[in-house]
C-alpha cells in the first residue's frame, strides 16, 4: 500500500464515517473531536515495522469544514533498517542520554500525558523550577528514550519530550499519532517497495476517537487559550504578514506567549537601536526578550511560509537555502551593534536593560518545512544563533500549561 491507499482506506472506514455521524446527528462542532476532523497536516513515518501517522494543528479548535484541507507529509525511514526504538526518536527527534539501559516501552493501547525528557532535558526543567504536580501525567526519568513491542496498535496524545541545546529549553509535543504495525518487503532492482498494513482497527475506533476530550490545562493556563488558538489561527493564515504577526505578539494581553516561550522576565518590541560610532540606518529587532539576569536576547520573526526548499545540497553536504541564510544574515547587523561598547552603553542607558553578545532567536516555517535528522544537524552549526519553527514555539509555551 502506498500513502493515497492508505490515505483512502481509512478515509471509508474512519473520517468518513465521522462526517456521516455528525451530519445525522446534527453534532455540534464543541463536541467532537476537531483535531482528527481538521488537523492543519498529517504526517506519514514508514518503518520497517510500523506505520505512525501523526495528526498537527490546533487540538482545542472548535470549529470544523468538510471542505478543509490537509497538508500531507511523508517520512520514510525504510531504508535505515531502525529499530523500534531509533524510530520512535527520529519522530522525536532527541537523543537520550540516560545512563541506565531502560527504556520507556508502550506495549499496546492508548498512552495519554507522557512526559518523557533527556537527562539534559530534565536538568533544565528542575533549573527553571518547572511544577511537575501541576498536571496529572506518567513520567519517565533516566530512560533511553522510548520503545515499542512489535505487532502492537500504540497511540499517544499529549505526550511531551523535553531536551536542551546551548541553554535553551527544547520542547516536542505529540497531539495524537498512531503506530500501526506493518511488514516491509524490501524490493528488488526496479520493483516498488510493498508495504502490507491492516488498518481495520479504525472501523473500531471511530465513533470514541470522534467525541474524545482532549486533555485540557488548568485554572489561569485554561484562560489563556483563547489568546494562544488566536496565535495558532494568525500564523496559519497566509494572509497575515510578518508585521500583523509581531504586532499580535506585542500586544500587552499577548507578551506572555513569548515570555513562555523563551523563559523571559519582559519582552520589548520595537526598540529603536541608534549608532553611536558610525552613520548607520537604526536598527529595530522585532522583540529584545529579558532574562533574569538583566540581560536580554534578540527574536527575530519572518513569515511563516518558506518560499522554497530549506534544505538543499547533495547526501552529506546539506545546507540552508540562501533564503534562510538571507535571514540568518540580517540578524547579525545586530551583533555588530553591541560588539560596540559604545552603542551598549547608550543602549542601557536609554532603555535600563543590557545587551552583551545576545543569542539571536529566528522564528520561521513550520515543522512540516525541515526534515528533522537535516535540520538538527545543520543548526548545530550555528553557536549563538537558534532557528526555530511556529510550532517550536507553541510546543514550548502549551507544555507549561501542563507544567
Known amino acids: 500500500m502506498n500513502v493515497n ?27 467532537v473531536n476537531c483535531l482528527i ?3 492543519e497536516s498529517i504526517i506519514f513515518y514508514f518503518g520497517e515495522k510500523y506505520i505512525a501517522i501523526e495528526y498537527c494543528g490546533n487540538q482545542f479548535l472548535s470549529k470544523i469544514s468538510n471542505e478543509h484541507s490537509t497538508v500531507v507529509k511523508v517520512r520514510d525511514y525504510t531504508k535505515e533498517h531502525l529499530t523500534n526504538k531509533q524510530f520512535l526518536d527520529k519522530i522525536i527527534g532527541f537523543e537520550y542520554d540516560g545512563t541506565s539501559s531502560v527504556h520507556f516501552s508502550v506495549t499496546s493501547g492508548m498512552y495519554e500525558d507522557l512526559v518523557v525528557p533527556t537527562n539534559k532535558g530534565i536538568e533544565k526543567l528542575l533549573d527553571l523550577k518547572w511544577n511537575f504536580e501541576a498536571q496529572s501525567s506518567i ?12 505487532n502492537q496498535f500504540v497511540r499517544l496524545i499529549n505526550c511531551r519530550f523535553f531536551d ?23 524490493p528488488k532492482e526496479g520493483d516498488f517497495d510493498i508495504i502490507n498494513v491492516d488498518i481495520k482497527i479504525f472501523d473500531r475506533l471511530w465513533k470514541s476517537d470522534l467525541k474524545y476530550k482532549y486533555p485540557r490545562p488548568n485554572d489561569f493556563k485554561y484562560a489563556k487559550l483563547p489568546q494562544i488558538n488566536k496565535f495558532i489561527e494568525i500564523f496559519s493564515d497566509s494572509k497575515y504578514s510578518e508585521p500583523e504577526i509581531t504586532g499580535f505578539l506585542a500586544e500587552e494581553e499577548n507578551k506572555f506567549i513569548l515570555r513562555m516561550a523563551f523563559m523571559g522576565t519582559d519582552i520589548y518590541n520595537e526598540v529603536i537601536c541608534k549608532w553611536q560610532s558610525e552613520k548607520k540606518e537604526d536598527l529595530r529587532p522585532d522583540f529584545f526578550v529579558k532574562r533574569a539576569n538583566g540581560y536580554a536576547d534578540i527574536v527575530e520573526f519572518k513569515l511563516q511560509n518558506v518560499r522554497s526548499k530549506t534544505i538543499v545540497g547533495r547526501a552529506n553536504r546539506e ?8 535571514y540568518i544574515a540580517q540578524t547579525r547587523k545586530y551583533c555588530v551593534y553591541f560588539d560596540d561598547p559604545n552603542n551598549r552603553n547608550w543602549f542601557e542607558r536609554e532603555y535600563g536593560y543590557k545587551v552583551y553578545k545576545p543569542r539571536r532567536y529566528l522564528v520561521i516555517g513550520r515543522r512540516n518545512d525541515f526534515a528533522s535528522d537535516e535540520w538538527v544537524e545543520i543548526k548545530s552549526d ?10 517550536d514555539l507553541v510546543d514550548t509555551v502549551m507544555s507549561q500549561f501542563y507544567g
Open 37 to 39: 476532523l481538521n488537523p
Open 139 to 150: 513520567m519517565g526519568i533516566n530512560t533511553n528514550g522510548l520503545d515499542i513491542a512489535d
Open 164 to 186: 536542551e541545546h546551548n541553554g535553551d529549553l527544547k520542547t516536542r509535543i505529540i497531539k495524537w499519532i498512531d503506530f500501526i504495525p506493518c511488514v516491509y518487503e524490501e
Open 319 to 326: 545546507h540552508f537555502s540562501s533564503e534562510i541564510n538571507t
Open 5 to 31: 491507499e492508505i490515505l483512502n482506506g481509512i478515509s471509508k472506514i474512519y473520517w468518513k464515517k465521522m462526517w456521516k455521524y455528525i451530519s445525522d446527528n446534527e453534532i455540534s462542532p464543541k463536541d
Open 382 to 391: 550555528y553557536s549563538d544563533l537558534e532557528l526555530i519553527t511556529y510550532d
